[in-house]
């Protein structure tokens, strides 16, 4: 008996303990999370606010691409979000289809069968990029839900990473300056339809008079290809009301 009084005598006490060790691990991880969440919620805000701003917006976009080491004549569209969201562009320079016009038949079509398939996967990419520049509100938020939300530590301005933020096995790191409520850059490593066909994004931030935040320069790489494109966006101006 004397045994087993000793017996559930240490239950007794390692069960107290247990008790209020509890609350004092809760309230770390509360701790823990409170810097997480306030940072996350000056994030979410300010994304869904600027993305609101740039609706007002017309601006040039001039695109850069290098296949296979070779860099090609650059593009411009004039750039403004349509009725339903999605950026509308409308091509600047038409001179370069007019050129390739005039070659010959056989080597016109070999080279529209090339720029078909370009378009084609350039418009894949763009789609698939397109779900995180600029960063969507919902979509942070759904991540935060699924405890997919972390911050990296250091100095300068916080690091906040989302992994399978818009397909499985992604990850998105922003950093966002806490003193102005602006992103500074994004990073993401993503893919289209395989993840062995992979695409990174390396977007650097910059802000008009007003205050408006904008994706001033991206650099798009599909090693799987050997493509790189350099998109630059300026001349932002207001659209008439």
Partial sequence: MRMESR??????ILLVVALLATPVVAQMGAGGSSELQQKFAALKQSAAANKQKLHQYQW???????????????????????????????????????QSGRQGRLKQRVIEKKTE??????????????????????RMQQAFQAHNVSIVPGGGAPQLVFKNYAQPGDQMTIAFDMATKKIQTVNVNTYLDDPKDPITLAVQFASLPDGTNYAAQTVLNAPSKQISVTTT?????????
């Fill in 7 to 12: 017996i559930k005598l240490n239950c007794g």
């Fill in 60 to 98: 040039v976009e001039t695109q850069t691409l290098t296949l296979k080491g070779e860099q090609k004549p650059p593009k411009s569209n004039l750039c403004s979000y349509g009725p339903n969201g999605q950026i509308q562009k409308v091509p600047i320079d038409q001179q370069q289809a007019q």
């Fill in 117 to 138: 398939e370009m378009q084609d996967y350039m418009g894949q990419v763009k789609g698939v990029l397109s779900m995180y520049v600029p960063p969507d509100a919902q």
């Fill in 233 to 241: 966006n300026t001349n932002y101006s207001k659209l008439s009301q």
